[in-house]
């Protein structure tokens, strides 16, 4: 063993920006460029999120592919290399504690090595993004069931496509994104269940004017049209179902649309129920969190610069609430000068005049949202599961034990930790914190937002005894474990 | 099942081949794959057997949030393999339910 390289150096800066998508790409360069000591830190080997995921490492060269959206994702890699800002990547952050002197020190471990580091920052920008919506149905768990955000994800990286009969299910804009790259790639869908009930652009018509007049106008009917006339779209779909075969792997997907039962024989099932932000860490740092009614998830609570309740720390991008790509890119350089304000680096004039750009960016590039929203809200039923559907995956509750415990008085989901070990998993409630809230409400005649949520602890994600073993030893680690002299 | 775009020749450009194995069994893969995205390009789907009810699972948001993709990895157990690059040698090996304590 090589005892030189047991310990990682302690890094030290003014801003931490945590995630390299759009937020924190945009967040770092712009508080590089006003001065800032700024380390960028992400678990990808590659900077890009989820959204530019491997932008400048994709084997799909041929750009008309992925579209000129992802490639956009280059203007914001370049400017930040060039930045002075520093990029630790592959690197997995999994606490954040306070200091004394009012600063965080931040524990990560480097995919690269195993070990786990310590970085000292006064100021942090949660980049953190988004993830997929649970969609928990019959079957969801099946190998051959994945999301469509993680079929796009096989396509970006190395670029792996679907073979055989593929059929994808769901609602959302990426859901049709997706469609449409594979489109463009030459592969073939056999059809989208469209779980959005028809009626609901209903709901959606009050908010028409803004989105007629946004830039997701034109090229939201041109990629629809380039999918409809290419897939079988089958709308209404009010039951899903995914149904495998003797090795236990997907081979069937049931749906019930317009009230008939109709089973297709496929190879692949692709799940998109939109996105949710990714509240983890923003909820294990102590930040206020609220229920968004229109979009029927938990975001932090934060202002118009992206701070949160908790001093110092800062939210931009998805991780504050979904409003996408663009929006996020604007939001990070809003945080990023909010941040260098709170630093001392520059005064309230200064900030307010820098911020004003990327203020009237942002609100251009929400125009819009409002509508996607309210046509794209999660039906009830997919939100809220029934009978043997499993709700959390990792420890296989289903959403009949979930609703028995609730009719059993279960006070909430953190009992339900205890009832059932929900959200106990490896996966630490990412995805059955939604669904268990929904059922505990339904169960109980309450609303979501007072059922509440898991209280989320440090280490975010599961670490080795290993990796924390491998920490820099500091006074106060050690006088941690010293044992007082009786 | 998956395929690669450069095996079709549209679109994708080949990269450099790494091998890894699999239980014992050669795949090769693209430079720069998780072992996700390889062990699904090798038609693959299933990854590991869950600890509780022994039913298999696979690769599902490949994106570090799931859990569902873990697999042994170079003799460490319960390594994401939509997190990890392939190395030439990587030895893999598929996890099945629940780990035994020795006696």
């Given at each position: 063993m090589n005892h030189a390289a047991t310990t990682h150096d302690t890094l030290a800066c003014d801003l931490l920006v945590i995630g390299a998508g759009p937020a924190g790409l945009a967040a770092a360069t712009r508080a590089a460029g006003l001065g800032l000591d700024t380390v960028l830190i992400d678990e990808q080997p590659a900077p890009g999120g989820q959204i530019y995921r491997a932008v400048t490492t994709t084997p799909v060269q041929?750009?008309?592919?992925?579209?000129?959206?992802?490639?956009?994702?280059?203007?914001?890699?370049?400017?930040?290399?060039?930045?002075?800002?520093?990029?630790?990547?592959?690197?997995?952050?999994?606490?954040?504690?306070?200091?004394?002197?009012?600063?965080?020190?931040?524990?990560?471990?480097?995919?690269?090595?195993?070990?786990?580091?310590?970085?000292?920052?006064?100021?942090?920008?949660?980049?953190?993004?988004?993830?997929?919506?649970?969609?928990?149905?019959?079957?969801?768990?099946?190998?051959?069931?994945?999301?469509?955000?993680?079929?796009?994800?096989?396509?970006?990286?190395?670029?792996?496509?679907?073979?055989?009969?593929?059929?994808?299910?769901?609602?959302?804009?990426?859901?049709?994104?997706?469609?449409?790259?594979?489109?463009?790639?030459?592969?073939?869908?056999?059809?989208?269940?469209?779980?959005?009930?028809?009626?609901?652009?209903?709901?959606?018509?009050?908010?028409?004017?803004?989105?007629?007049?946004?830039?997701?106008?034109?090229?939201?009917?041109?990629?629809?049209?380039?999918?409809?006339?290419?897939?079988?779209?089958?709308?209404?779909?009010?039951?899903?179902?995914?149904?495998?075969?003797?090795?236990?792997?997907?081979?069937?997907?049931?749906?019930?649309?317009?009230?008939?039962?109709?089973?297709?024989?496929?190879?692949?099932?692709?799940?998109?129920?939109?996105?949710?932000?990714?509240?983890?860490?923003?909820?294990?740092?102590?930040?206020?969190?609220?229920?968004?009614?229109?979009?029927?998830?938990?975001?932090?609570?934060?202002?118009?610069?992206?701070a949160t309740s908790v001093a110092q720390v800062t939210i931009a991008g998805d991780g504050a609430g979904i409003a996408g790509a663009m929006a996020a890119e604007h939001r990070g350089r809003v945080a990023a000068v909010h941040a260098a304000k709170a630093l001392g680096r520059i005064d309230a004039a200064a900030r307010d005049r820098e911020a004003a750009p990327h203020r009237a960016a942002l609100a251009l590039a929400t125009r819009g949202r409002e509508f996607f929203e309210a046509l794209y809200r999660a039906p009830a039923q997919f939100r809220r599961p029934v009978g043997d559907t499993i709700v959390c995956r990792c420890e296989e509750a289903t959403a009949e034990q979930v609703r028995q415990a609730a009719r059993m008085g279960c006070q909430g989901p953190n009992q339900m930790k205890a009832f059932l070990r929900c959200g106990m998993g490896p996966c630490q409630g990412r995805f059955c914190g939604l669904t268990v809230g929904e059922l505990i409400a339904d169960e109980q005649g309450r609303h979501p937002r007072d059922v509440g949520y898991y209280r989320l602890r440090f280490p975010i994600k599961p670490v080795t005894l290993g990796e924390i073993a491998s920490l820099p030893q500091t006074d106060h680690s050690r006088s941690a474990v010293v044992r007082f002299k009786k | 099942m998956f395929r690669r775009l450069e095996a079709a020749g549209t679109g994708a450009a080949p990269g450099r081949t790494v091998r890894i194995s699999v239980d014992g069994g050669a795949i090769e893969c693209r430079e720069g794959d998780s072992v996700a995205a390889a062990l699904l390009a090798a038609g693959m789907p299933a990854c590991r057997d869950t600890a509780v009810s022994g039913t298999p699972r696979g690769p599902f948001c490949m994106m570090g949030v799931c859990y569902d993709c873990l697999v042994g990895i170079d003799g460490r157990a319960n390594q994401q393999a939509c997190m990890t690059r392939v190395r030439e040698g990587m030895a893999v090996v598929r996890q099945t339910g629940a780990r035994e304590v020795s006696a």
């Open positions: 041929d750009r008309d592919i992925l579209g000129a959206d992802y490639w956009h994702g280059l203007g914001l890699v370049e400017p930040f290399r060039r930045s002075g800002a520093r990029h630790v990547a592959g690197a997995m952050v999994w606490a954040v504690n306070r200091t004394e002197d009012g600063g965080f020190e931040v524990a990560y471990t480097t995919s690269a090595d195993g070990l786990a580091g310590l970085l000292h920052c006064r100021h942090v920008i949660l980049a953190t993004g988004a993830q997929e919506r649970p969609f928990p149905v019959p079957g969801w768990t099946l190998p051959g069931v994945i999301t469509a955000g993680a079929a796009q994800i096989l396509l970006k990286t190395s670029g792996v496509v679907p073979e055989g009969t593929t059929v994808l299910a769901g609602g959302g804009p990426l859901l049709y994104l997706l469609a449409w790259q594979y489109l463009n790639a030459g592969v073939k869908i056999h059809s989208i269940l469209e779980t959005t009930p028809p009626g609901q652009w209903r709901q959606a018509l009050p908010h028409a004017w803004g989105f007629l007049r946004s830039p997701y106008l034109g090229k939201g009917l041109k990629l629809l049209r380039a999918v409809r006339a290419a897939v079988p779209i089958v709308s209404g779909v009010t039951a899903l179902e995914a149904v495998g075969g003797e090795r236990g792997h997907l081979t069937e997907v049931r749906y019930e649309a317009g009230g008939e039962r109709r089973s297709i024989a496929v190879d692949q099932l692709l799940l998109h129920q939109g996105v949710v932000p990714n509240t983890n860490l923003s909820r294990a740092i102590g930040a206020e969190h609220v229920w968004s009614q229109r979009q029927d998830c938990w975001e932090p609570q934060v202002d118009g610069w992206g | -």
